[in-house]
């Protein structure tokens, strides 16, 4: 499984931005479990959201949650983070990260075995 991050760029506080994930190659059939992680610079990587495929339910660390929200398109084999109200503090690198199968410590990004390149998100103030 290949993961393709996308949709990054530069807003302005307050502004919104749409975060995409492709995946090609072999692809899951139930329960997928499909995450976003952030990397903010001289920060280590921090739980964003995740999302629980065919549930179709949303997780989120609590100072995204509101304005964060994760979404999958299964016919497109695409997650979304669609992004409002963004903050310089969200300022960061983005990752898309998959596993096949639900885990209890779905913010845990050792628990993921398929990343994304990731994508820059800066929002200036």
């Known amino acids: 499984v290949q993961l393709q991050a996308s949709g990054g760029g530069l807003v302005q506080t307050g502004g919104s931005l749409r975060l995409s994930c492709a995946a090609s190659g072999p692809t899951f059939s139930s329960d997928i479990a499909i995450a976003w992680f952030r990397q903010a610079p001289g920060k280590e990587r921090s739980f964003v959201a995740a999302?629980?495929?065919?549930?179709?339910?949303?997780y989120y660390t609590d100072s995204v949650k509101g304005r964060f929200t994760a979404s999958r398109d299964n016919a497109k084999k695409t997650a979304y983070l669609q992004m409002n109200s963004l903050k310089p503090e969200d300022t960061a690198v983005y990752y898309c990260a998959a596993r096949a199968r639900w885990v209890l410590d779905y913010n845990n990004g050792r628990q993921y075995d398929y990343w994304g390149q990731g994508t820059q998100v800066t929002v200036s103030s």
């Open positions: 999302f629980r495929w065919p549930l179709n339910r949303g």
